[in-house]
């Protein structure tokens, strides 16, 4: 056990992922995570599965399009299910049509 009491290798999982749409693709983009988003939280070990759209960077540089996710996981091996599985399949299939850059991840880590 860690100091959190967790198992080593079964702790939660917390990422966030960016999707960046190609120009007019915005609306797609969105479309096509929310289609996903009702059975992915049905996966195993999926806690949760929260889209969000950009509003706009501190600049001021206005909405852009970009899906922020931020999912939570029970463990890697849930992740990694999801990460090999149709729901999320569904939607990689369509990266070329709709992302301008490719998927970007960010595993989090809890500092309080």
């Known amino acids: 056990m860690n100091a959190n009491g967790e198992n080593a290798g079964e702790c939660e999982i917390c990422l966030v992922a960016r999707l960046v ?4 693709q ?8 929310l289609s996903i988003v ?3 939280l049905q996966e195993d070990g999926c806690i949760a599965y929260i889209p969000h759209v950009a509003k ?7 909405a852009t399009g970009e899906v922020i996710m931020y999912e939570v996981w029970a463990n890697q091996a849930t992740l990694d299910a999801h990460a090999a599985g149709p729901n999320l399949g569904r ?3 369509r990266f070329d049509e709709l992302l301008a850059e490719p998927l970007q991840l960010e595993v989090l880590q809890r500092i309080g």
């Open 21 to 24: 749409p190609k120009t007019g």
């Open 91 to 93: 939607l990689v299939i």
């Open 26 to 33: 915005a609306a797609a983009l969105a479309d096509a995570v």
């Open 56 to 62: 706009g960077g501190t600049g001021g540089t206005g």
């Open 38 to 40: 009702d059975d992915v």
